[in-house]
């Protein structure tokens, strides 16, 4: 009888264990080219495109509104990957009017964005 308790609190703690590991370690919840928003928003400027993925963030590109259309900004944005993975759900791609640069920008003394 002491041994079955035994055996019975050895495999529950191994699997609680293989749950907090997996949960740990578990690969990414979006991928690149993916567009995510925060769960509690309708705000087209809160989309993020995923654009890389490394083991504790993402790197991604924000939306902003100019003139009131909405533009993509490749702007290259590291976020927490485990906030994203919490609280952001993925969503269509939007429509954009255009996209803005700031690299290509500042390299060339421009700064407004292109159409698409």
């Not at 533009?71 to 759900?89: G, N, Q």
């Amino acid at each position: 009888m002491k041994r079955i308790a035994v055996i019975a609190v050895l495999a529950a703690v191994l699997g609680l264990s293989l749950f907090v590991i997996h949960g740990r370690f578990s690969g990414p919840k979006f991928r690149v080219g993916d567009h995510v928003m925060p769960a509690d928003s309708s705000n087209p400027e809160t989309i993020l495109k995923i654009v890389g993925v490394a083991p504790k963030s993402y790197k991604v590109f924000t939306h902003f509104l100019s003139d009131g259309k909405l533009v993509l900004a490749e702007d290259y944005s590291d976020r927490s990957r485990d906030l994203i993975d919490r609280t952001y759900i993925k969503v269509p791609a939007p429509t954009v009017e255009s996209t803005f640069s700031p690299d290509k920008y500042i390299s060339k003394g421009e700064a407004s964005p292109s159409p698409q």
